[in-house]
């Protein structure tokens, strides 16, 4: 996995600059997605492989699908992608393009790992409390798991606040042994 990233950060990279030097980062996001979701498609991946296939023809497919909307730059993205046989690269590309968006708009994801659903209104006292202590918007996702048994696991990239009854339990049972 992370050869792939390695190899798709100079294309999301390029492309981030492209769309922000034109203030066209929304229709960017959505071509990527998109193209990447055009690549995801088992009947286009086969075609990735196939030596039958140009980088021509498949430039062609995914530029009448996904990047006309960009013009003449999302058509030579496209085209250097095919080109340098970096199509099947695009769902990679399009995830960094999006932590680069989001990071210049000052918008951070955060993950929510709860034990049981999280109310609307806990979700909103969550966010606010994040937003102030991140110092940016807040985009939350959440998700369950019962194995927690209480509380949540908070991710929001290299941070993690771990407040489960699990961990405190763990905790408590590490100290009375040790």
């Known amino acids: 996995m992370a050869d792939r990233l390695t190899i798709a950060r100079p294309y999301a990279r390029a492309a981030f600059e492209e769309a922000r030097v034109h203030a066209r980062l929304g229709p960017w996001s959505e071509a990527l997605q998109r193209a990447a979701a055009v690549v995801r498609d088992p009947r286009v991946a086969s075609l990735l492989g196939n030596p039958r296939v140009t980088p021509a023809q498949l430039a062609q497919l995914l530029t009448s699908v996904a990047a006309a909307p960009l013009g003449e ?106």
């Open 73 to 178: 730059a999302g058509e030579n993205f496209v085209r250097t992608l095919a080109a340098n046989r970096r199509l099947g690269y695009l769902p990679e590309i399009c995830a960094l393009f999006e932590e680069l968006k989001d990071a210049a708009q000052g918008v951070a994801n955060v993950t929510v790992t709860s034990a049981a659903p999280l109310a609307v209104s806990q979700q909103d006292k969550l966010a606010a409390a994040l937003q102030k202590r991140l110092k940016r918007a807040v985009r939350l996702h959440c998700q369950i798991d019962p194995a927690l048994i209480g509380g949540a696991v908070l991710r929001a990239g290299d941070l993690v606040i771990d407040g489960t009854l699990r961990t405190r339990l763990e905790r408590i049972a590490y100290e009375l042994t040790a």
